[in-house]
């Protein structure tokens, strides 16, 4: 079995291990998340970072994190991407987001994000029996599954709407152009201010979140963890109605304290003893 069929295979399954159908795809670190209990995040990064998968050898805990852009297609091509790397166990030195080696594990993966994102069946169902598909048709089709314009051209191939040449030439085009040419800009815009956002993990922040309930975290803390600042995050606590458990604190209560006896004697014997000053002349005084 080839990089491309297995990638193809292990979509399919996912897709139907989590009952996704084969409709397009929403915010796709939630179903992540959701589906599979990983952490992901969406963090600053170099211009060269796409994404990377780190995992704990002896927890076994896995950790997505991909880069925040203004190229919101790509993000989602990289969340998938590192999914793959996931299901597959592709654990290496820790670089999977590295995409310069075109490794077989790298294009296994590229084939899974491919056909996670756009199944064949999808787009048969979105485009039915349609003969004649343009550059418009492209347009709708990375508008629908949000994906780039090279991922639905090998898509539109592979489902036999258009042959290699028309594939190739599709490969070139951008999706700021396409949304430009086809009238939703608006909504790309849209999409790029969101995909520049960070984004702590959901059970991460959930878990700091209770925390700062239970008054054993501070709002900064859960600032910091948002990249956002104290006060914007005092905001949005107040206003989800999220504050800090006041709790009673039995033994500061006077009344709760029990009855003690001290004895004062002893203190009051060594107040009470002549000091050796007392011995001494008073200036002046003779002897004789």
Known sequence: MNAETEGHSAA?????????????????????????GI????????PDQHG?????????????????????MRQRSTLAHELGHVLFGDWT?????SWSDRTSAE???????????VPVEGLRDFLGNRELVTQSTLSEVVQRFLISPQIAAIALYQANYIDDGTKREWMALTTPRLAAR??????????????????????????AIRGYEEGVLSAQAI??????????AEADLREAGVTPVQRAIPWADPTGLPEVHVDLAALDAVLNAPHDDDHHPAEGDTAG
Do not use: C, K
């Open 12 to 36: 399919a399954r996912f897709r139907d291990e989590h009952r996704l159908g084969v409709q397009p795809l929403g915010d796709l670190v939630a179903i992540i998340e959701q589906a599979t």
């Open 39 to 46: 952490d992901v995040a969406i963090l600053d990064a170099g």
């Open 52 to 72: 990377l998968t780190m995992r704990d050898p002896a927890r076994g805990a896995v950790f997505i994190g991909v880069a925040r852009t203004w190229n919101p």
């Open 93 to 97: 030195d820790g670089n999977a987001g």
């Open 107 to 117: 294009i296994r993966a590229d084939a899974f994000a491919r056909h996670l994102l």
């Open 182 to 207: 086809f009238g939703w800009s608006d909504h790309y815009r849209a999409l790029r201010a969101d995909s520049d956002q960070r984004r702590a993990p959901q059970r991460l922040l959930a878990r």
């Open 223 to 232: 600032a910091t963890l948002r990249g956002i600042t104290l006060d914007a």
